[in-house]
């Protein structure tokens, strides 16, 4: 069936260099994808989204691609922090409202200080 | 931290028993929609409550169920449990007339032994 996945279970990197984590979607028709964070015990938190119409979108110190050609999603984050551990979800909204998400398996990121 | 608030934060309960949880949406929100996330998992849709009606729905049996309140609270319903039902329970909330993202309460944490 159709899926939003991830190509990384687990990514580990220094503090203060920057963080890509990867993910993979299936359904070309898909208009807008949105990245969590999830730090453990808590609900998943809004990062960023971007849209279909879109290849880039910038926030602070995280910068989201989109290249719809080979159906790719990348989070990208500056100058990681140990606050940035976490497991980080993209997510594909489908349907005719902004609500019903589908969400990938995730990625956990550990930070090393 | 969002608005969204969610109860109890923890709850075990024993297979075939009944269970509700309970999720206050963030103000000015009247769309709740609700996810089962397993251990080590993405969050998996649910339902959706806009208006009081459901508004779309998972890969999930009848025996999870839902409310929306005209304040836009709402409750999620599980009847029969079965130890695969132990899950973390989140709610989101959101406008649905805009296009603005929804936001995570903290989640309940269920567990069916």
């Known amino acids: 069936g159709e899926s939003v996945g991830l190509h990384l279970p687990t990514l580990s990197v220094q503090e203060g260099d920057n963080s890509i984590i990867n993910c993979a979607y299936s359904n070309s028709a898909s208009d807008y994808f949105i990245w969590y964070k999830q730090e453990s015990g808590k609900g998943p938190q809004f990062i960023i989204d971007?849209?279909?119409?879109?290849d880039k979108r910038q926030g602070q110190r995280v910068t989201v691609l989109l290249n719809k050609t080979v159906k790719h999603l990348s989070l990208q984050i500056a100058a990681t922090q140990p606050g940035d551990s976490a497991v980080y979800f993209c997510a594909e909204n489908r349907g005719t409202s902004y609500d019903k998400v589908i969400f990938g398996p995730g990625t956990s990121l550990s930070v090393i200080p | 931290e969002t608005g969204v608030t969610q109860s109890p934060t923890h709850l075990i309960k024993t297979r075939g028993q009944q269970v509700t949880l309970r999720c206050s949406s963030q103000s000015g929100h009247n769309t709740v929609s609700w996810y089962q996330q397993a251990l080590g998992q993405g969050p998996q849709f649910i339902f959706q409550?806009?208006?009081?009606?459901?508004?779309g729905r998972g890969n999930f049996p009848p025996r999870f169920s839902g409310l929306q309140f005209p304040n836009y609270s709402s409750e999620l319903n599980v009847n029969a449990l079965e130890l695969d039902d132990s899950a973390l329970y989140l709610c989101?909330?959101?406008?649905?007339?805009?296009?603005?993202?929804?936001?995570f309460g903290p989640g309940t944490r269920l567990l069916v032994l």
């Open positions: 989101a909330s959101s406008f649905r007339e805009s296009e603005e993202t929804q936001y």
């Open positions: 409550y806009y208006r009081e009606e459901e508004n």
């Open positions: 971007i849209r279909s119409n879109m």
